[in-house]
C-alpha cells in the first residue's frame, strides 16, 4: 500500500522561509509523478508544483519565484522549499504520488493539480500545516 508522509511544517513570520518533505513509500511504481498542493479548511485545494515523471517541472503561476520543489528518486523524496511566505500562504501542505508499474511508463500529476485539484488521482498523507504571521 502506497504511504506518504508530509513533514516540516510550522509557524513563520512573514518574509520567512520553510522546507518541507515529502517520503513515499509502499509504492510498486517503476514511474513517479509527483506534486504538492495546499488547503485551507473550508476552501478549494491550490496546486503548488509537479514533477512529472520524466523529470518536467510545472509551477503555479502564484508561487514562481518563491516556492522551488526538488526531488530524490533514489530516496522517493520531494522537497517544497518556501521563501518569502506571506500570511495568505497559511494552510495544509499535502503532498500528492502516483505512478506507473511495472512496465512503467508516463505519469504526471498536471494539469489536474492545478486546474482541478479536486479531482486528484493518486495518493497523498494526512499533510503538515503552515502558519504565516503578518
Known amino acids: 500500500q502506497v504511504h506518504v508522509m508530509e513533514s516540516g511544517g510550522g509557524s513563520v513570520r512573514a518574509g520567512g522561509s520553510l522546507r518541507l518533505t515529502c517520503r513515499v513509500s509502499?509504492?510498486?511504481?517503476?514511474?513517479?509523478?509527483m506534486g504538492w498542493f495546499r488547503q485551507v479548511p473550508g476552501m478549494e485545494r491550490e496546486g503548488l508544483a509537479a514533477?512529472?515523471?520524466?523529470?518536467?517541472?510545472t509551477y503555479a503561476e502564484f508561487v514562481k519565484g518563491r516556492f522551488t520543489i526538488s526531488q530524490d528518486k533514489g530516496k522517493k523524496t520531494l522537497d517544497l522549499e518556501m521563501n518569502g511566505l506571506k500570511p495568505e500562504d497559511a494552510a495544509i501542505y499535502y503532498c500528492?504520488?502516483?505512478?506507473?508499474?511495472?512496465?512503467?511508463?508516463?505519469?504526471?500529476?498536471?494539469?489536474?493539480?492545478?486546474?482541478?485539484?479536486?479531482?486528484?488521482?493518486?495518493?497523498w498523507g494526512q499533510g503538515t500545516q503552515v502558519k504565516v504571521s503578518s
Open positions: 509502499g509504492d510498486t511504481y517503476s514511474s513517479t509523478c
Open positions: 500528492a504520488a502516483d505512478g506507473v508499474g511495472p512496465r512503467g511508463g508516463y505519469c504526471s500529476l498536471a494539469p489536474t493539480i492545478f486546474i482541478a485539484p479536486a479531482a486528484l488521482s493518486g495518493y
Open positions: 514533477i512529472d515523471s520524466r523529470g518536467t517541472i
